[in-house]
C-alpha cells in the first residue's frame, strides 16, 4: 500500500491522465500532484493518484548520489558493481 | 531529452542477489568501524521489507548490522476496535468498500471476511476513487473503510474535496507515521540507532518534517527508495551517520523526495483531515497518530451518521491463539517473526492469526512467503 509506481503520461483529460505502466495502460487523477502534467512526464502513481511528477533531471542527480558513495567506498567490489548500473543506466538512456 | 526509460528503470534494479552482495562490504567496513554490535537500525516500511526479503539483501549484511522492520505496515497497525467497527457496520447491512488487505484482519472476535461470509456485503477496491463511484451508481449509503498512512490518506482526501454523492462516507482508520517514530525511539528496551524513512510517505510529507525528531530524539534518519540499490545506498548512507555520531536527515531518493514536500498534498490532508491520539495496534496509544474527518467533514463521518455499537460483538469470545500472537512485539521491533510460537505453524498466510500474517505488508507474511528467516544479520 505504500509503494508508489512510476508510469510515463500518455494522454491528459482534465483531472485525469492515462498512464503506462511498463506496457499497462490505466487511469490516474491529478487532483493530489503539484505541478501540471503533461505527455511525455513521468508521474509516481499511489492507489490510483498521481504524487508527483518525477522531473527527468532528478534522474541525473539521483545517479550523481551514487558517484558520490562511490568515492566514499573507494575502490573495492561495491565501486565496480555501481559504476557497472551507472554505466549501464547512461547508456540505456542514450538508447531510450 | 532524458528520461526515466523502461531500460533506465530495469538497470537501477539489482536482480541478482549476487551482484547486491558485493555492496555489503560498505556495510560491513561501516559497522566494524561503529565497533560496537549489533548495530541496529529501523525502517518502517512494508515495501522496505518486501525488497529485503524479496532479493536476499538481510543475508548480505554484515554480521553485527541488524535491520529491524518497525510498524511500517498500515493494515497491521489498524487497531482492533477499527476493524470492529468496520465488521460490525457491515453485519447491520451497510454496504462497505475497502482495500483488499484489509479483508482478514482479525477484529475482537470478527474479521471482515468473517462478516462477509456471514452475508455482509464488502467491495474490495483498488483505489477510493472507487469506493465513490460506487456510490454514485446506487442510492443506498457506501461506507468506504479507509486504512493507510498519509501516502493513502492524501488520496481520501482528494475525494472528498472532489464532490463525491452524499451517500458516500468515510470510515477513516488512518494513520501518521512521524509520531510513531517518536514512540519507537523512546520505548523502553529500544537499541534503534537510526531510521531509514519510506520515501513515498516523504514525498508527500517532505524530508524536512524529520528535522524535529533528529534534533529531539539525536537520531539520524535517511530518506530512502525502493530498489535494491536504493535501500542498500540509504543504509550506508545511515550507518556513516552513526558512525559519525551525526544526528541528521539525508534524502537518499531525490528523484520522488524534496525538503518541502508536496504542498498541494499537504494542504488536501489537513484540509479534511485532523491528527488526533490513538491505538496503534499492538504498539501504543500514539499522540496524533492518527488522522480523523475534521468537524467541517461530518456529513461524509461514518462515525458520525451511522450509530456503530461496538457491544454487539460482546456476545463472542476472543480466539484463543490471538492471545499467543506477539504482532505488537514484532511491529515494536523488539521481536523477529521467528520467536514467535505460532509463525509457520498455527499462524500461516492461509489461516492468519495475528494482523502482521495478513497483510503483504506485514512482516510475518513476508518473511513466511521469502523462506521464513533470512537473518544472518546477527540478531541478539
Known amino acids: 500500500m505504500c509503494l508508489g509506481v512510476p508510469g510515463r503520461v500518455v494522454d491528459v483529460d482534465g483531472s485525469v491522465a492515462t498512464v503506462d505502466f511498463f506496457g499497462v495502460r490505466r487511469s490516474v487523477r491529478l487532483e493530489v500532484v503539484d505541478e501540471p502534467v503533461a505527455p511525455g512526464d513521468y508521474i509516481l502513481n499511489h492507489v490510483g493518484f498521481a504524487i508527483r511528477r518525477i522531473p527527468a533531471e532528478q534522474i541525473q542527480e539521483t545517479l550523481a548520489l551514487y558517484e558520490s558513495l562511490l568515492r566514499e567506498a573507494g575502490d573495492d567490489m561495491m565501486a565496480a558493481d555501481v559504476r557497472g548500473e551507472i554505466e549501464g543506466a547512461r547508456s540505456g538512456r542514450e538508447r531510450a | ?380
Open chain 2, 1 to 380: 531529452m532524458s528520461a526515466l526509460s523502461p531500460t533506465l528503470a530495469r538497470e537501477l534494479k539489482f536482480r541478482d542477489p549476487a551482484r547486491a552482495r558485493s555492496l555489503s562490504g560498505a556495510l560491513a567496513r561501516l559497522t566494524a568501524e561503529i565497533g560496537r554490535a549489533p548495530v541496529s537500525v529501523m525502517h518502517v516500511c512494508g515495501s522496505h521489507e518486501q525488497a529485503i526479503a524479496k532479493f536476499g539483501l538481510r543475508a548480505v549484511f554484515p554480521k553485527g548490522l541488524n535491520v529491524i522492520m518497525g510498524p511500517g505496515c498500515p493494515v497491521c497497525v489498524t487497531d482492533t476496535p477499527e476493524v470492529d467497527e468496520g465488521v460490525v457496520l457491515a453485519a447491520q447491512g451497510v454496504r462497505l468498500a475497502t482495500y483488499g488487505d484489509m479483508l482478514r484482519v482479525p477484529g475482537t472476535v470478527k474479521s471482515l471476511a468473517d462478516a462477509q461470509a456471514e452475508g455482509a456485503r464488502i467491495d474490495v477496491v483498488y483505489s477510493v476513487s472507487q469506493a465513490a463511484q460506487l456510490a454514485r451508481q446506487t442510492d443506498e449509503p457506501v461506507v468506504f473503510f479507509a486504512t493507510g498512512f498519509e501516502t493513502t490518506a492524501v488520496a481520501t482526501a482528494a475525494v472528498l474535496l472532489a464532490d463525491p454523492p452524499p451517500n458516500f462516507s468515510v470510515l477513516s482508520a488512518h494513520k501518521y507515521i512521524p509520531p510513531v517514530m517518536e514512540i519507537v525511539a523512546e520505548m523502553p528496551g529500544s537499541r534503534v540507532e537510526g531510521f531509514l524513512a519510506a520515501g513515498h510517505a516523504a514525498t508527500i510529507t517532505g524530508w524536512g518534517i524529520f528535522e524535529r525528531f533528529v534534533e529531539e530524539h539525536r537520531l539520524p534518519v535517511v530518506v530512502a527508495g525502493f530498489e535494491p540499490l536504493d535501500i542498500l545506498a540509504g543504509l550506508v548512507k545511515l550507518l556513516e551517520l552513526v558512525r559519525d555520531g551525526r544526528p541528521a536527515v539525508a534524502n537518499m531518493y531525490p528523484r520522488c523526495v524534496t525538503r518541502e514536500g508536496n504542498r498541494a498534498a499537504q494542504e488536501q490532508l489537513w484540509r479534511v483531515f485532523r491528527p488526533t491520539g490513538g491505538r496503534w495496534r499492538g504498539i501504543a496509544h500514539v499522540p496524533n497518530g492518527n488522522l480523523r474527518l475534521r468537524d467541517e467533514w461530518a456529513r461524509f463521518d461514518a462515525r458520525r451518521r451511522f450509530r456503530i455499537d461496538l457491544t454487539s460483538l460482546w456476545d463472542y469470545a476472543p480466539p484463543t491463539l490471538a492471545q499467543h500472537c506477539i504482532c505488537g512485539d514484532i511491529m515494536a521491533g523488539i521481536a523477529s517473526p521467528d520467536r514467535c510460537k505460532l509463525f509457520g505453524r498455527e499462524c500461516v498466510p492461509d489461516t492468519p492469526v495475528g494482523a502482521c500474517m495478513v497483510s503483504m505488508e506485514g512482516t510475518c507474511r513476508i518473511w513466511h512467503q521469502y523462506g521464513a528467516v533470512p537473518d544472518l544479520g546477527g540478531t541478539a
